[in-house]
């Protein structure tokens, strides 16, 4: 159980377009989901908290307007990457707390080019 | 949260056994200490994960001493599916974020 599933895997875009991806609970509700981003050889950045209903809470840094999040049902949380540039060429990742821990989706490779 | 020291990478020949260390000096009395691994080019997976007694499960042990100042995470017989970024990390309350340091990576050699 407690599987979170993540869409696309890889995306490539051209500068300036923007990119939706999509973070699903399958089989458990998440009032809560967590984004984050790699860069290479790099930990995981905290990037925002995901909440149902409500206005997503994002890290110090982190520009609002430019990652558009939203979580409009229970299995359901968007990252969206408006206006991409180059520099936000990374790997993103979503998480939801599962009944033994934090379940990770399988993350998002963005090629901006 | 409470900080964690991990050295930045191991190296284990396979089928044997791993001890994968972790300090965690300042930990608080309601700290549990989870481990997670991210294999290359995936998300996280979790491990483990404990308070203050030794767990075992399917895919590791832990380790946590008596002073809960530092833990070790055990892999009883090392596969090369085991070669990935293992992260220790100190979880206070219920739906707080996972923060993530640098980890070790762990290498394993046929």
């Known amino acids: 159980g407690a599987v979170v599933s993540q869409h696309p895997s890889r995306v490539i875009c051209k500068s300036g377009t923007s990119v939706k991806i999509e973070c699903r609970s399958l089989d458990f509700q998440a009032t809560t989901m967590f984004w984050y981003r790699q860069f290479p050889k790099q930990s995981l950045m905290l990037m925002a908290t995901?909440?149902?209903?409500?206005?997503?809470?994002?890290e110090q840094g982190v520009e609002k307007d430019k990652f558009l999040i939203n979580h409009a049902s229970l299995t359901l949380s968007t990252l969206t990457v408006t206006s991409a540039h180059p520099e936000d060429s990374s790997f993103y990742i979503c998480s939801a707390r599962g009944t033994y821990g934090y379940t990770f989706g399988s993350g998002t490779r963005l090629t901006v080019v | 949260d409470a900080k964690t020291t991990q050295p930045n990478s191991m190296e284990s020949n396979e089928e044997e056994p791993v001890h994968l260390p972790c300090n965690h000096s300042?930990?608080?009395?309601?700290?549990?200490i989870h481990w997670y691994r991210q294999l290359p080019s995936q998300g996280p997976e979790y491990v483990i994960h404990?308070?203050?007694s030794n767990v075992n499960n399917r895919m590791a042990s832990l380790a946590i001493a008596e002073d809960r100042k530092s833990s070790t995470l055990i892999l009883h017989r090392a596969t090369l599916r085991d070669a990935a970024v293992y992260y220790c990390?100190?979880?206070?309350?219920?739906?707080?974020?996972?923060?993530f340091g640098k980890g070790t990576r762990l290498s394993v050699i046929a």
């Open positions: 990390i100190l979880l206070n309350s219920g739906n707080t974020p996972l923060v």
């Open positions: 995901s909440n149902e209903g409500s206005k997503a809470t994002y």
């Open positions: 300042t930990i608080s009395g309601t700290d549990y």
């Open positions: 404990g308070l203050t």
